[in-house]
C-alpha cells in the first residue's frame, strides 16, 4: 500500500459504543453491517468471497491476513462479498510466488474497505459476550457522532432477504449432460466448490436463480434438488420455503446446506431463530448421532434450526449431526422423504475434509432413486 494510505486512520464504531481508531488499508470509503467473527487460521480470499457473508463485516481472529496475497482461483463467486473488514495485522507483502495480486491492490479493486492494527482480541470478546451487532467503518466519518449517525440507518439482520441479491441471475449449466444424475441446484449464494464437489462426482447441474418457480425447476426433469448456502434470514424466505413444500412432495431425493438446511427445516414447519453470535471457522466439532463419529467441521451462519421442535417432530424427523460446543442441530433427515441437510459446509474450502462423505451419500442416494 501506498506511504500516504499506511499513514491514513480509518475508525470503528460498534452498536454497543465501543468507538476505536485504527489505520486504512484498501478503499476510502464507508461501510457498514453485522459484525461477526471467523477463526479460520487461513482461507481468507475463499472467506471474502462466500456469499453467505453478503452484507456482513468481517473481523478475523488470525492475526495476520494479507500474507500470502490473493490469487483467482481461490474465489469461491465472482467478487468479494463482505462489507468491510477488521483485523490486527495487514500487509501487502506477500510470500507465495503463484499469487496474482497482493491484498491491498485487490481490496481497491473490489472497493472493500479495511481497518487493521487495533485490538481485535477485545472486540471478538465483547461480540462474543455481547452477541451479533452492526458496526461502521470509515475514513470519511471522523467523529463518533458522524458515524452514529451512518449506524442508525443500518437495518438489522433479522428480517433482512439477501439471497436474492446475490443469486446467479440467469440460469446456467455445469457437468456432463449425458449424465443421468442431473441436479436442480436453488443458487441462494452458492459457493463454487460445492457444485465442484457434485460435478467430480459425475452430476450434470443446471444452477438456477433464487426465486425460480417450482414449475420451472421440474422442467429440467432433475433426479436431485440441491439447495445451497446463502446470506440473509431464512424466516424472511417464504418465496423458497413454497418451492421446497413442492420438492418434497415429488419424493426426489433434495439436500441442503447451510442457508439450504434452514429452508428444508422450515419447509418441515420447523421454525429458525437468530443465534447469538453464529458459528464461522474451520474447527467446529460436530458429532454425526447416524454413525457415532465426530467430524471437525467449516462453518458459516448465524441463524439456527430449533431443536426443540425438531425433537417435538421426532415421527418425522430425525437429527443426524449435532455440534459438540453447543449442541445445536447441525443435521436432519426425513423419515417419509429422501431429502437431508447440514448446517456446515461439508465441501470445506477452507476447512477439513471430513464431510465430504456427504456428496457421496447424495448421489448415491440419487442412483439408487433411480433403480
Same mark, same amino acid.
Given at each position: 500500500?501506498?506511504?500516504?494510505?499506511?499513514? @491514513?486512520? #480509518?475508525?470503528?464504531?460498534?452498536?454497543?459504543?465501543?468507538?476505536?481508531?485504527?489505520?486504512?488499508?484498501?478503499?476510502?470509503?464507508?461501510?457498514?453491517?453485522?459484525?461477526?467473527? /471467523?477463526?479460520?487460521?487461513?482461507?481468507?480470499?475463499?472467506?471474502?468471497?462466500?456469499?453467505?457473508?453478503?452484507?456482513?463485516?468481517?473481523?478475523?481472529?488470525?492475526?495476520?491476513?494479507?500474507?500470502?496475497?490473493?490469487?483467482?482461483?481461490?474465489?469461491?463467486?465472482?467478487?468479494?462479498?463482505?462489507? *468491510?473488514?477488521?483485523?490486527? /495485522?495487514?500487509?501487502?507483502?506477500?510470500? &507465495?510466488?503463484?499469487?496474482?495480486?497482493?491484498?491491498?491492490?485487490?481490496?481497491?479493486?473490489?472497493?472493500?474497505?479495511?481497518?487493521?492494527?487495533?485490538?481485535?482480541?477485545?472486540?471478538? &470478546?465483547?461480540? &462474543?459476550?455481547?452477541?451479533?451487532?452492526?458496526?461502521?467503518?470509515?475514513?470519511?466519518?471522523?467523529? $463518533?457522532?458522524?458515524?452514529?449517525?451512518?449506524?442508525?440507518?443500518?437495518?438489522?439482520?433479522?428480517?433482512?432477504?439477501?439471497?436474492?441479491?446475490?443469486?446467479?441471475?440467469?440460469?446456467?449449466?455445469?457437468?456432463? $449432460?449425458?449424465?443421468?444424475?442431473?441436479?436442480?441446484?436453488?443458487?441462494?449464494?452458492?459457493?463454487?466448490?460445492?457444485?465442484?464437489?457434485?460435478?467430480?462426482?459425475?452430476?450434470?447441474?443446471?444452477?438456477?436463480?433464487?426465486?425460480?418457480?417450482?414449475?420451472?425447476?421440474?422442467?429440467?426433469?432433475?433426479?436431485?434438488?440441491?439447495?445451497? /448456502? *446463502?446470506?440473509?434470514?431464512? *424466516?424472511?424466505?417464504?418465496?423458497?420455503? #413454497?418451492?421446497?413444500?413442492?420438492?418434497?412432495?415429488?419424493?426426489?431425493?433434495?439436500? *441442503?446446506?447451510?442457508?439450504?438446511?434452514?429452508?428444508?427445516?422450515?419447509?418441515?414447519?420447523?421454525?429458525?431463530?437468530?443465534?447469538?453470535?453464529?458459528?464461522?471457522?474451520?474447527?467446529?466439532?460436530?458429532?454425526?448421532?447416524?454413525?457415532?463419529?465426530?467430524?471437525?467441521?467449516?462453518? =458459516?451462519?448465524?441463524?439456527?434450526?430449533?431443536?426443540?421442535?425438531?425433537?417435538?417432530?421426532?415421527?418425522?424427523?430425525?437429527?443426524?449431526?449435532?455440534?459438540? @460446543?453447543?449442541?445445536?442441530?447441525?443435521?436432519?433427515?426425513?423419515?417419509?422423504?429422501?431429502?437431508?441437510?447440514?448446517?456446515?459446509?461439508?465441501?470445506?474450502?477452507?476447512?477439513?475434509?471430513?464431510? &465430504?462423505?456427504?456428496?457421496?451419500?447424495?448421489?448415491?442416494?440419487?442412483?439408487? =432413486?433411480?433403480?
Amino acid at each position: 500500500m501506498s506511504s500516504t494510505q499506511a499513514e @491514513n486512520k #480509518a475508525y470503528l464504531l460498534l452498536a454497543d459504543g465501543t468507538f476505536i481508531v485504527g489505520k486504512a488499508a484498501g478503499k476510502e470509503g464507508t461501510a457498514t453491517g453485522e459484525i461477526c467473527f /471467523n477463526t479460520g487460521m487461513t482461507g481468507y480470499q475463499e472467506v471474502f468471497t462466500d456469499p453467505s457473508y453478503y452484507g456482513q463485516v468481517l473481523l478475523t481472529t488470525n492475526a495476520h491476513i494479507g500474507n500470502y496475497g490473493t490469487k483467482d482461483e481461490d474465489q469461491e463467486s465472482e467478487k468479494v462479498q463482505i462489507s *468491510g473488514l477488521i483485523c490486527k /495485522n495487514f500487509t501487502n507483502a506477500y510470500s &507465495r510466488n503463484l499469487a496474482d495480486d497482493a491484498i491491498n491492490d485487490y481490496f481497491i479493486k473490489e472497493n472493500i474497505v479495511c481497518i487493521h492494527s487495533i485490538d481485535t482480541r477485545m472486540i471478538v &470478546r465483547s461480540v &462474543r459476550d455481547k452477541g451479533a451487532m452492526n458496526c461502521v467503518i470509515s475514513t470519511e466519518h471522523t467523529t $463518533k457522532e458522524e458515524l452514529q449517525k451512518v449506524l442508525d440507518k443500518v437495518p438489522s439482520m433479522e428480517g433482512l432477504e439477501l439471497a436474492s441479491k446475490v443469486s446467479t441471475p440467469d440460469i446456467y449449466e455445469l457437468g456432463d $449432460k449425458e449424465s443421468p444424475i442431473r441436479i436442480a441446484v436453488l443458487d441462494f449464494g452458492t459457493k463454487r466448490n460445492i457444485l465442484n464437489c457434485l460435478v467430480q462426482r459425475g452430476a450434470y447441474l443446471k444452477v438456477f436463480p433464487a426465486k425460480t418457480t417450482f414449475d420451472s425447476l421440474k422442467e429440467f426433469q432433475p433426479t436431485g434438488y440441491f439447495l445451497s /448456502n *446463502g446470506p440473509g434470514d431464512p *424466516g424472511a424466505m417464504d418465496y423458497a420455503v #413454497a418451492t421446497v413444500k413442492e420438492i418434497l412432495k415429488t419424493g426426489v431425493p433434495l439436500f *441442503g446446506i447451510c442457508l439450504g438446511h434452514q429452508l428444508l427445516a422450515r419447509a418441515l414447519d420447523v421454525p429458525t431463530y437468530k443465534m447469538h453470535h453464529g458459528h464461522r471457522g474451520i474447527n467446529h466439532p460436530v458429532k454425526n448421532i447416524i454413525s457415532g463419529f465426530c467430524e471437525i467441521t467449516t462453518q =458459516n451462519h448465524g441463524f439456527g434450526v430449533d431443536p426443540d421442535v425438531v425433537r417435538e417432530k421426532s415421527d418425522l424427523i430425525d437429527i443426524t449431526h449435532v455440534n459438540l @460446543n453447543d449442541e445445536t442441530v447441525e443435521g436432519i433427515r426425513t423419515k417419509d422423504k429422501k431429502a437431508f441437510s447440514v448446517q456446515y459446509h461439508p465441501e470445506a474450502n477452507p476447512g477439513p475434509h471430513d464431510s &465430504r462423505y456427504l456428496f457421496d451419500n447424495f448421489i448415491n442416494l440419487i442412483k439408487e =432413486n433411480l433403480n
